[in-house]
């Protein structure tokens, strides 16, 4: 391909993939304010034959038609921004979804587990079942063509291969169309679609042997079969695998289209069916003469103290003689006083006890009240640790470091981590489950400060790292993201004033936040010889809305959206 500019907008920023249609390609859309990264899908017809050229034409508009109405309702599906013709080849232009595909999860950390296999499994079908509501068979199901996309970790369904049918149409030598070749790839799609008559469950096939190549690591063409009725042998190739959720497996991929699931709400249903117990539950036996100590949660600083629940007291013989005591037997005590002795005893061991905790609580050292305490995280919904502190970082002390210049980090723990040979940070994302105005500003803050050396030698993505999240995250330390692409070209960002001006919204609920302030920076942007390039530089004050999300605890800026330049 020697364009670079495609249909007057879209500049090709690299090939992503190509086979026998044609090619995939990353762009830009330059008629975007945001210059939006998006996919392009070049598609060539099989015939270059003018007499179907035509006919071509007409299926590709209405099968984008089809694509714009998947993507527009289902948010697991691209959306579909436009198509064009151009030089007698196709194009389609999607959105771009930033995150893994399976394949390459696999690479980076090898099979999957059982829970985390079945999880997508549930994340994906209800998109099979809307796909199949259109009358739409995707038959390209595999592990390329599923992406976990980085912001939530949904799985996005990719690659129809409505579209390739069109493409594949040749014209008989009695007039009527034809499909020249199989749409699909050769060990993830089933008998019928290797013949051309692909079914809803073929999907469901596809599906299957995805989660097995998920589970063993296992192409289809690298597992067994049975030569005598032609079953995929894998059961023994996974490890920790339930008997249930294989034989789910297993009817997914079976060879005839009436042994599987007829629909992927079927197979669904089969997944979220609950396991009943093998094990029997016998009924816990009560102890009777044991007294019963009933305990509340146990928080710092202060130990209940048990309550001992009272027996009935026990039966008193009549005495004849108010004055008289009763004699005890010779072979021993009554069986009632043993068992007032007994539990004498055991109340006096258990409160004795309690009193030697709380002494020893009583003479541990207590932390000093200092600035910013962090409220108390709580373990087990039991019991509440003492409060942490942390102190305030003063920017023109002996300890602030000035080739850092860091802000004052009031809310959070301090840590030591390396950005390079000559610099040292000194703070953390927000630690607190409960973010305050104050909290979200100090996290913008140190974000924009990080920025210098994120965004110029030594390129360091380790602030990244800490600070974001998710899409943020890969649009910053990704592959593609602006620290890669910086570092390629040889250009940096020289940054003079970094502030906010002021904060116009912010709201918290759960663990989703949002912060919108005005931000006034000074920033140039420099070629590798020290030049400016006037394209990126400026001195604005913008309207920058941040997505925050609570991450092990810790506040993140999750993505981020430039509301008025």
């Given at each position: 391909?020697?364009?670079?500019?495609?249909?007057?907008?879209?500049?090709?920023?690299?090939?992503?993939?190509?086979?026998?249609?044609?090619?995939?390609?990353?762009?830009?859309?330059?008629?975007?304010?945001?210059?939006?990264?998006?996919?392009?899908?070049?598609?060539?017809?099989v015939a270059n034959n003018p007499q179907v050229y035509q006919l071509i034409q007409q299926r590709f508009q209405q099968e984008a038609a089809i694509l714009e109405e998947l993507g527009d309702r289902s948010n697991q599906i691209p959306k579909l921004y436009a198509y064009f013709i151009e030089e007698g080849q196709f194009y389609l232009v999607q959105e771009y979804i930033e995150g893994h595909t399976l394949s390459q999860k696999m690479q980076q950390?090898?099979?999957?587990?059982?829970?985390?296999?079945?999880?997508?499994?549930?994340?994906?079908?209800?998109?099979?079942?809307?796909?199949?509501?259109?009358?739409?068979?995707?038959?390209?199901?595999?592990?390329?063509?599923?992406?976990?996309?980085?912001?939530?970790?949904?799985?996005?369904?990719?690659?129809?291969?409505?579209?390739?049918?069109?493409?594949?149409?040749?014209?008989?030598?009695?007039?009527?169309?034809?499909?020249?070749?199989?749409?699909?790839?050769?060990?993830?799609?089933?008998?019928?679609?290797?013949?051309?008559?692909?079914?809803?469950?073929?999907?469901?096939?596809?599906?299957?042997?995805?989660?097995?190549?998920?589970?063993?690591?296992?192409?289809?063409?690298?597992?067994?079969?049975?030569?005598?009725?032609?079953?995929?042998?894998?059961?023994?190739?996974?490890?920790?695998?339930?008997?249930?959720?294989?034989?789910?497996?297993?009817?997914?991929?079976?060879?005839?289209?009436?042994?599987?699931?007829?629909?992927?709400?079927?197979?669904?249903?089969?997944?979220?069916?609950?396991?009943?117990?093998?094990?029997?539950?016998?009924?816990?036996?009560?102890?009777?003469?044991?007294?019963?100590?009933?305990?509340?949660?146990?928080?710092?600083?202060?130990?209940?103290?048990?309550?001992?629940?009272?027996?009935?007291?026990?039966?008193?013989?009549?005495?004849?003689?108010?004055?008289?005591?009763?004699?005890?037997?010779?072979?021993?005590?009554?069986?009632?006083?043993?068992?007032?002795?007994?539990?004498?005893?055991?109340?006096?061991?258990?409160?004795?006890?309690?009193?030697?905790?709380?002494?020893?609580?009583?003479?541990?050292?207590?932390?000093?009240?200092?600035?910013?305490?962090?409220?108390?995280?709580?373990?087990?919904?039991?019991?509440?640790?003492?409060?942490?502190?942390?102190?305030?970082?003063?920017?023109?002390?002996?300890?602030?470091?000035?080739?850092?210049?860091?802000?004052?980090?009031?809310?959070?723990?301090?840590?030591?981590?390396?950005?390079?040979?000559?610099?040292?940070?000194?703070?953390?994302?927000?630690?607190?489950?409960?973010?305050?105005?104050?909290?979200?500003?100090?996290?913008?803050?140190?974000?924009?400060?990080?920025?210098?050396?994120?965004?110029?030698?030594?390129?360091?993505?380790?602030?990244?790292?800490?600070?974001?999240?998710?899409?943020?995250?890969?649009?910053?330390?990704?592959?593609?993201?602006?620290?890669?692409?910086?570092?390629?070209?040889?250009?940096?960002?020289?940054?003079?004033?970094?502030?906010?001006?002021?904060?116009?919204?912010?709201?918290?609920?759960?663990?989703?936040?949002?912060?919108?302030v005005k931000v006034t920076e000074d920033r140039k942007l420099l070629d590798r010889n020290g030049n400016i390039l006037p394209k990126e530089t400026d001195f604005k004050t913008r309207t920058v809305r941040y997505n925050l999300q609570l991450v092990d605890q810790r506040w993140k800026i999750a993505s981020t959206e430039i509301i008025s330049k």
């Amino acid at each position: 391909m020697t364009l670079t500019i495609l249909n007057n907008r879209y500049k090709v920023l690299r090939v992503l993939g190509s086979g026998g249609f044609g090619e995939t390609f990353l762009a830009e859309d330059t008629q975007m304010p945001s210059s939006r990264r998006c996919v392009i899908k070049q598609l060539k017809p099989v015939a270059n034959n003018p007499q179907v050229y035509q006919l071509i034409q007409q299926r590709f508009q209405q099968e984008a038609a089809i694509l714009e109405e998947l993507g527009d309702r289902s948010n697991q599906i691209p959306k579909l921004y436009a198509y064009f013709i151009e030089e007698g080849q196709f194009y389609l232009v999607q959105e771009y979804i930033e995150g893994h595909t399976l394949s390459q999860k696999m690479q980076q950390q090898g099979v999957l587990s059982e829970s985390a296999v079945k999880g997508i499994l549930i994340d994906i079908l209800p998109v099979l079942e809307f796909i199949h509501s259109k009358r739409i068979v995707h038959r390209d199901i595999k592990p390329d063509n599923i992406i976990l996309r980085f912001f939530d970790g949904k799985p996005v369904l990719i690659d129809f291969g409505a579209v390739k049918v069109s493409m594949g149409t040749i014209i008989t030598a009695s007039g009527n169309s034809n499909q020249s070749i199989v749409i699909g790839t050769p060990g993830f799609m089933p008998m019928e679609q290797s013949v051309g008559r692909p079914v809803f469950s073929s999907d469901i096939y596809s599906l299957g042997l995805t989660a097995i190549y998920l589970l063993t690591g296992k192409l289809p063409a690298e597992i067994p079969t049975d030569p005598g009725t032609g079953d995929i042998l894998w059961r023994h190739l996974a490890f920790n695998i339930s008997p249930d959720f294989a034989a789910i497996l297993d009817k997914a991929i079976q060879q005839s289209a009436r042994d599987r699931y007829p629909t992927a709400k079927d197979m669904l249903a089969a997944l979220q069916t609950p396991i009943a117990p093998t094990v029997p539950i016998s009924a816990p036996t009560v102890p009777i003469s044991a007294p019963t100590v009933i305990t509340t949660p146990v928080t710092a600083g202060y130990v209940p103290t048990p309550t001992v629940a009272a027996a009935p007291p026990p039966y008193q013989p009549q005495i004849s003689s108010p004055s008289a005591n009763p004699t005890p037997s010779p072979k021993g005590l009554a069986t009632w006083q043993q068992g007032v002795i007994i539990g004498g005893a055991i109340g006096s061991l258990v409160v004795g006890g309690v009193w030697l905790v709380r002494g020893q609580l009583s003479n541990q050292p207590q932390p000093s009240n200092t600035i910013a305490a962090s409220p108390s995280p709580t373990i087990n919904n039991q019991q509440t640790l003492p409060p942490t502190t942390s102190k305030s970082i003063d920017s023109n002390s002996s300890n602030s470091n000035p080739q850092t210049n860091y802000p004052s980090t009031p809310n959070t723990e301090q840590s030591s981590i390396p950005i390079n040979n000559n610099t040292t940070r000194t703070d953390k994302p927000v630690a607190s489950a409960t973010l305050t105005e104050a909290g979200a500003k100090n996290l913008i803050n140190n974000w924009l400060q990080a920025k210098k050396v994120m965004f110029a030698p030594p390129y360091d993505s380790s602030p990244a790292a800490e600070l974001t999240t998710g899409k943020q995250y890969a649009d910053v330390a990704g592959y593609d993201g602006s620290i890669n692409s910086l570092k390629t070209d040889g250009h940096s960002y020289k940054y003079g004033l970094q502030q906010i001006d002021g904060v116009d919204d912010f709201y918290v609920n759960g663990n989703q936040a949002m912060i919108q302030v005005k931000v006034t920076e000074d920033r140039k942007l420099l070629d590798r010889n020290g030049n400016i390039l006037p394209k990126e530089t400026d001195f604005k004050t913008r309207t920058v809305r941040y997505n925050l999300q609570l991450v092990d605890q810790r506040w993140k800026i999750a993505s981020t959206e430039i509301i008025s330049k």
